[in-house]
């Protein structure tokens, strides 16, 4: 079993930045690839951005491209989306998952192993 605990949601104006952080537990060593979804209200849960944990090799949603980095610090079992331009559109609960098999499928939720609650992003115009 692997829990995900994620934090670092909030307010913040369009055009401002969050880093929000994924803190797993227990069985960390199984996990191979991390990944960032989001789901707005009345909408389906979106892929945001994945990252391979041995590699460093990353993938991003086109909608936060050059806007949002993935990244990982293994020695803490912890991954960080950092956003920065933020856009009222970007708002949403933000759920880190994780894969835990070497399966890449990294955009399709359903390719995902363990999920954690969500922490809500909100993005004033």
């Known amino acids: 079993q692997v829990q995900l605990e994620e934090s670092g949601g909030g307010l913040v104006q369009a055009g401002g930045s969050l880093r929000l952080s994924c803190a797993a537990s227990g069985r960390t060593f199984s996990v191979y690839t991390m990944g960032w979804f989001r789901q707005a209200p009345g909408k389906e849960r979106e892929f945001v951005a994945a990252?391979?944990?041995?590699?460093?090799?990353?993938y991003y949603a086109d909608s936060v491209r050059g806007r949002f980095t993935i990244s990982r610090d293994n020695a803490k079992n912890t991954g960080y989306l950092q956003m920065n331009s933020l856009k009222p559109e970007d708002t949403a609960v933000y759920y880190c998952?994780?894969?835990?098999?070497?399966?890449?499928?990294?955009?399709?939720?359903?390719?995902?192993?363990?999920w954690g609650q969500g922490t809500q992003v909100t993005v004033s115009s």
């Open positions: 998952a994780a894969i835990c098999s070497t399966a890449w499928g990294a955009s399709s939720a359903g390719t995902y192993d363990y």
């Open positions: 990252i391979r944990r041995s590699t460093g090799l990353t």
